[in-house]
């Protein structure tokens, strides 16, 4: 294994970290073996473009993993990238073509995408039975990570507001190219050091003109709008519901449904039309967007167009006026609409409005 390389890892305050220990080394290299040689070859149209040469490679310690992949901090070319590597299962013949596809798919869908809130693709290899894609790496880590170290509550609106609209013109930008992401939740929103959110892992993403039968669809059961869980034909509109989910988490800082398994959650959600419950004190203006996001209807959600241009409204109340989120009413002169809001809705209402 004489091109296998590892590094010291330098986390955000420039000290150095521990090294790989004898056996995270020895499982990193049984991973990757199958990747290590010059010029790995990418099969398909524009391989030139996009293939990597994985002598370039240098693999550092695993800082993630999922069902079937590992992700990896580490160097190419002189860049700091996260190594995203799959690994086929010989047992399962299935399995292993889905794998392959969903590599497939996620390749082609990142090297079509340059904005400042998705992550950007470096390069990919496909040597089966392991893959791997690299992107850029964000030291920030995950958006989940992040609200997790707060205090429940605690994120400053301001902040929410700004994180909120990094999110939803990511998200603007994929639809408006046909994508749908279909598994976005604050694990897959990346932070860079600048708390600038990209959203990544487009593992289980579509083109919207390819959305086939939902039937056996692996998404997560919190975030996932009810038609999936009911699987059945679903939309962009999918994504909204998700990004409503996730604007609860950036106000409460907590897990959606975490007093339930992912099963009870996606019973509650699916057959009860259950959601999570508002904080006390909860801003009118962000629930009223967040009740519209996840409603059972998806024709009655708003598209990411309309939502960044919700945020960027109050983003520009709030700067002329910092009581904004206190004083906001979507209702204005019509107080019988707020008593038939639901009691978590309406326990949110500021003081002014309350009878």
């Excluded at 305050?13 to 990193?28: I, M």
């Excluded at 002189?78 to 013949?93: C, F, G, L, N, T």
């Excluded at 959601?275 to 006390?280: A, G, I, K, T, W």
């Amino acid at each position: 294994m004489k091109n296998f390389y590892y590094f010291k890892q330098i986390s955000n305050n420039g000290k150095p970290e521990r090294r790989l220990s004898l056996g995270e080394y020895k499982r990193a290299v049984s991973w990757s073996k199958y990747l290590v040689s010059s010029g790995a070859e990418i099969k398909g149209e524009g391989e030139e473009e996009w293939s990597a040469d994985m002598s370039q490679l240098f693999i550092g310690g695993k800082f993630a993993s999922g069902r079937h992949s590992r992700i990896y901090r580490g160097i190419y070319k002189q860049r700091d990238v996260a190594i995203k590597m799959i690994s086929q299962p010989e047992e399962d013949a299935n399995l292993a073509a889905m794998l392959e596809k969903q590599f497939s798919s996620e390749v082609a869908i990142l090297f079509r995408l340059q904005h400042p809130n998705i992550i950007t693709f470096v390069a990919a290899c496909k040597k089966p039975p392991v893959f791997c894609i690299m992107t850029e790496y964000l030291a920030g880590g995950s958006l989940r990570k992040y609200l997790h170290q707060q205090e429940p509550h605690s994120v400053p609106l301001d902040l929410v507001l700004k994180l909120a609209l990094d999110i939803s013109r990511g998200m603007q930008f994929l639809h408006s190219q046909g994508i749908l992401h279909r598994d976005l939740k604050s694990e897959n929103l990346l932070l860079g050091e600048d708390m600038c959110v990209k959203v990544a892992d487009f593992g289980i993403s579509c083109l919207e003109s390819q959305v086939g039968n939902p039937k056996g669809f692996t998404g997560t059961y919190r975030w996932m709008a009810p038609e999936m869980i009911k699987e059945k034909h679903h939309t962009k509109k999918v994504d909204v519901y998700s990004f409503g989910i996730v604007l609860w988490e950036l106000l409460t800082a907590l897990t959606p449904f975490e007093n339930m398994t992912s099963e009870q959650a996606a019973f509650a959600v699916s057959h009860k039309n259950a959601r999570p419950p508002f904080p006390s004190g909860c801003p009118l203006a962000f629930s009223h967007l967040i009740n519209r996001c996840w409603s059972s209807n998806p024709d009655k959600r708003p598209h990411f167009d309309e939502i960044v241009s919700v945020l960027k409204s109050y983003s520009q109340s709030l700067e002329l006026d910092p009581e904004f989120f206190s004083s906001y009413n979507p209702f204005p002169g019509n107080y019988t609409i707020l008593r038939c809001l639901p009691r978590c809705i309406a326990g949110c209402r500021p003081a002014s409005l309350k009878a």
